[in-house]
């Protein structure tokens, strides 16, 4: 894609020049060049020396933002040092994420952490293969973490070990067709449009209603032969204006 | 039937007095023991579709008479997949999907979204279009915080305050639609430039508005801010401390009001923030009211810096000169063969990304904003990700409502400036 | 009524009567609809845009936005609705008493707009009957009051004797999908070119349209 614009392109000049004599364009060179380049961040060598096994590999992306590869079986032990260590101090976990790449290859599990005190950011990487989609969580070491975990695991399926609540975010708590951001997922869902709107129907608005199932792993599933004409439920929380109250 | 009298050890009402109408059913004997209070909790639900919960959230709110034993957000009812339709679409079309997320401050969310690109693909932008983001960014956070402003007072019981918010922003959707053609869904922004150069006497209206809208906040600070209502059901509700506060994520005016001076444009400065004379307003009790006082506050220093950047607008042109990025002009399109082609290819293959990561936060109107794109060589993203502020935000909420009343979790949510779309993306 | 009479109208055709009270009922309808604002997304902003100071919504009767179901009579769905939202927005549109109208506010509402995706209904004319759609992403409140006057235009065509026709609910129909599986295919069809793009990047290929096998028979 990328020759093909510069050569069938008409415009004569092509040269881009990228900002920080970085070349902006040229993906393949950058990965095997980029061990050789120095980290930014001062922390990246702290951390390797601290965890020589710990640490996998280290790169610079984007010019000057550092990227820690670790093993996964120790994510939070590394977290944890870096944000308890008062050198590093790392104490706001900006975001946790994913990336799915396609084509069978791991899901990197993406850690985005910086220092207000130290102003510093890193961020941290750790690679799941698809059969194994499980991790650490870190919510003991940030609370904020706590969301962002479960969003992860509505989305990808990575289950994250030692979660308090992890539980379906987004996506409804019975949905059945899978875990969208992966890139086996189709843009419009498995299932057909009609059967997706007839089970998004027969949910029950009242449905996952007491905080009782926090903790519980395993979601309450709707009967699909619910009587949703029924008078009574039909004055139910839908509205939810008027203060449904409901006595344990 | 003969009515026989009964002797009944009622509780009266110490008002009635010995001579009063009797009391025509026994409410409890005075020996009994009084009932277990406590034991039980109510279950209230609260949204999706609610007017004070901002959009379609939903609280399940567990009550213990009227004070809030535990709240749990739910959250997905406006799960509109904006990250995986960005993985189908070109690095310049997914611009139209970034102001759909947060309707409430678009071009924020324009001008952050390709500065991450232009970060990833090492495009550095011109003077011209850096302090023309600026003026973007720093209206649109006027912009959302008159919003916030407006829903807020109608929360504490005022709609005075709306109404004025709204004349303020109806002036912001003016220029919005001069420079984009929309009043909200702007699109304005694209990778190595802006949609167009500003319009003429744009920069002038932007001033007037600048002008004028100080005046309007004072009348909402006279309206509001020592309203014995308004502080009443504001001070101390909802407090959290600095470290919770970090601890819990929190970014923006909500993590400031705590006190912890962290705001994106002074910590790690993207366009010349360092250059910009203003300052960032710092809370210390870290309730509803400091958020309040210091959004207030954010809105006269983005003033500020709307005067400095109108002032300091140089000429020249809007887009990077690079024919890998900027499309021709129409004109060159219409007459010229090679433009044509160099146009086409442009828009049907879209301009190739480094197979590298990037990560590109700005300060937006609810906090720390960030953009998170990865690419693989090709005119799409691997992946798009955005981090989303009202969602970290939000998920301190039961944290925040813990012990307070149940009128009380409307004001904090309320305080913590949600926004819906961009919440469950 | 029903009585045949060579002389006078048939069953079924206005009578003096009957017109002039269709007359004063829909001038009375039309000019103190409530609206029950079932605001999601942007349309909602544009939405409360129109009820502030310089659209001014109490101008056509619509004083008192009426955030209670029960006391409304027109809903506007303003904004996207996913599937986890559908039925919320069926529940509520049960709860609304006749007569009752419905505005599809938006691409989004209306079609399902850019968001041809996994977890957006496209177009709420699958879960309630919509009386008007306004298109625009978002519509200019301009277009919401546009809308809202086609409602009062419609209201003004209507009449007492259609009532069972125009007004009667089957119980059975609450909280299922307005269409049918067939119709439903039909309207959510994709369109344009969203669902042939794909992802070029040189990873692996992955059909926008869900494999056959994975559905549900």
């Not at chain 1, 979601?219 to 008027?242: C, L």
Request: hydrophobic residues 40%.
């Amino acid at each position: 894609m990328t020759s093909d614009l510069g050569s069938g392109g008409s415009a004569p000049d092509f040269g881009l020049v990228a900002a920080g004599g970085r070349k902006g364009h040229d993906p393949a060179p950058d990965t095997a060049e980029a061990g050789n380049v120095p980290p930014v961040n001062p922390s990246v060598t702290a951390l390797r020396r601290q965890f020589p096994d710990g640490v996998l590999r280290n790169r610079v992306c984007a010019g000057d933002q550092d990227v820690v590869h670790i093993d996964s079986g120790r994510v939070a032990e590394i977290l944890r040092w870096l944000h308890e260590t008062p050198d590093q101090h790392y104490d706001h976990l900006a975001d946790v994420t994913a990336v799915d790449h396609g084509g069978g290859r791991p899901i990197e599990v993406v850690y985005q952490l910086w220092s207000i005190p130290q102003r510093s950011a890193l961020r941290v990487k750790c690679e799941l293969p698809l059969d194994a989609l499980e991790i650490e969580s870190v919510t003991g070491i940030w609370q904020g973490a706590n969301w962002l975990e479960r969003e992860v695991y509505d989305l990808f399926g990575v289950h994250f070990r030692g979660h308090p609540d992890l539980r379906r975010i987004l996506m409804p708590e019975n949905y059945a067709e899978g875990h969208p951001l992966r890139k086996d997922f189709p843009l419009r869902g498995r299932f057909s449009r009609a059967e997706q709107t007839r089970r998004a129907l027969t949910q029950d608005p009242e449905d996952y209603y007491m905080p009782g199932e926090i903790g519980e792993r395993t979601p309450q599933v709707v009967a699909s032969g619910a009587d949703d004409g029924d008078e009574a439920k039909a004055s139910g929380a839908g509205a939810g204006g008027e203060g449904e109250a409901d006595v344990l | 039937m003969s009515s026989s009298t009964v002797e009944y050890a009622v509780r009266r009402n110490p008002e009635m007095g010995p001579h009063g109408k009797p009391v025509a059913s026994p409410t409890e004997p005075f020996d009994a023991p009084e009932p277990e209070l406590g034991s039980q909790t109510m279950l209230v639900n609260v949204g999706p579709q609610h007017p004070a919960t901002h959009g379609v959230l939903r609280l399940v709110v567990e009550l213990d008479g009227e004070t809030v034993v535990s709240v749990v957000p739910r959250l997905g009812y406006l799960h509109s997949s904006f990250e995986k339709l960005g993985e189908y679409r070109t690095w310049n079309q997914i611009v139209t999907l970034t102001d759909r997320m947060d309707y409430l401050a678009p071009l924020i969310y324009n001008c952050a979204y390709v500065m991450a690109v232009e970060k990833l693909m090492g495009i550095e932008v011109t003077e011209r279009c850096k302090v023309a983001r600026v003026i973007c960014m720093e209206m649109d956070r006027i912009f959302s915080h008159l919003l916030w402003l407006g829903t807020w007072s109608i929360d504490v019981g005022a709609f005075t305050p709306f109404l004025y918010a709204f004349q303020q922003r109806e002036k912001v959707y003016t220029l919005h639609e001069a420079l984009t053609g929309a009043r909200i869904t702007t699109s304005s922004t694209r990778i190595g430039g802006m949609m167009a150069d500003l319009p003429e006497g744009w920069t002038k209206g932007v001033r007037e508005f600048a002008d004028n809208l100080p005046a309007t906040l004072d009348e909402i600070d006279g309206l509001l801010t020592c309203n014995a209502i308004h502080v009443g059901r504001t001070q101390g509700i909802g407090a959290i401390s600095a470290e919770e506060a970090v601890n819990h994520g929190l970014t923006g005016a909500n993590l400031r009001a705590s006190g912890v001076p962290y705001d994106v444009r002074k910590d790690r400065p993207y366009y010349d923030y360092g250059s910009y004379d203003f300052e960032v307003p710092i809370g210390c009790h870290g309730d509803c009211y400091d958020r309040y006082l210091v959004r207030m506050e954010e809105m006269r220093q983005s003033v500020r810096i709307l005067h400095q950047a109108l002032d300091r607008l140089p000429d020249g042109p809007m887009d990077v000169e690079d024919p890998r990025i900027s499309l021709p002009s129409k004109t060159d399109c219409m007459s010229d063969m090679e433009s044509m082609i160099h146009h086409f290819k442009l828009i049907t293959e879209g301009i190739p990304a480094p197979a590298e990561d990037c990560w590109f936060s700005v300060e937006g109107s609810k906090g720390e904003l960030g953009m998170y794109v990865v690419g693989d060589g090709g005119p799409k993203p691997v992946r798009w990700r955005i981090r989303p502020p009202s969602f970290v935000n939000l998920s301190a909420i039961p944290k925040l409502s813990e012990g307070h009343l149940m009128a009380d979790l409307i004001m904090i949510n309320a305080s913590l400036d949600i926004v819906l779309g961009e919440i469950d993306r | 009524m029903g009585v045949a009479n060579p002389g006078l109208p048939g069953a079924g055709t206005p009578a003096f009567l009957t017109t002039r009270l269709d007359f004063v009922v829909n001038w009375a309808r039309r000019n103190s609809l409530w609206p029950m604002p079932f605001g999601t997304a942007c349309c909602a902003i544009e939405m409360m845009a129109s009820a502030a100071s310089n659209f001014d919504l109490a101008r056509f009767g619509m004083e008192r936005m009426s955030f209670s179901p029960r006391q409304a009579d027109v809903l506007i769905c303003a904004g996207r609705v996913p599937y986890k939202l559908a039925p919320v927005l069926r529940r509520i549109w049960d709860q609304m008493m006749q007569p009752k109208w419905c505005i599809s506010m938006g691409a989004c509402a209306s079609s399902g707009g850019v968001f041809d995706v996994y977890s957006m209904v496209q177009g709420i004319d699958t879960i309630v009957p919509v009386d008007v759609y306004i298109p625009g992403c978002p519509p200019r409140p301009e277009g919401l009051i546009y809308g809202l006057m086609m409602v009062q235009e419609k209201i003004r065509g209507e009449s007492l004797a259609d009532h069972a026709a125009l007004r009667a609910e089957d119980p059975l129909g609450a909280g299922r999908p307005r269409a049918g599986d067939e119709e439903v295919a039909d309207l959510t069809g994709p369109f344009g070119n969203s669902t042939d793009q794909n992802r070029v990047s040189g990873l692996v290929e992955t059909g926008a349209i869900g494999r056959p096998e994975d559905r549900l028979p």
